[in-house]
């Protein structure tokens, strides 16, 4: 059963996952080995995944990110392909232009 919600949120440059509960340690393990951490303030897992410096950035985190998400799928409602073109349309927004000839994703 999937428990977990998972989203972008560009304000942040975060994906960020909630659950109603807490979820188990098995999850919890999971999340953690995929970059995943817990903010107590907000009650949320996040991961950063916005591209935060240039190209060779976004290309060192693009692969990273996309296989955390896959890791989390089997108990998080997430639309991956989704998640991954907010992330980005982010880096697009955030000044990066030169990265539409070269982030492999476009």
């Known amino acids: 059963m999937k428990t977990g919600k998972a989203t972008f949120n560009p304000q ?17 393990s999971t999340m953690k080995t995929n970059g995943f951490r817990w903010n107590k303030y907000h009650k ?7 591209p935060v410096l ?3 950035t976004w290309k060192m985190i693009n692969n990273p990110v996309k296989t955390a998400l896959q890791a989390v799928s089997e108990f998080t409602e997430i639309d991956i392909d989704k998640v ?23």
């Open 44 to 50: 949320i897992w996040y991961l950063y995944g916005a």
């Open 54 to 56: 240039n190209r060779n």
């Open 84 to 106: 991954m073109q907010e992330l980005t349309a982010a880096c697009h927004d955030a000044g990066e232009r030169q990265m539409e000839m070269d982030c492999g994703i476009c």
């Open 12 to 28: 942040t440059g975060y994906i960020e996952i909630s659950f109603q509960g807490i979820p188990d340690k098995r999850k919890r």
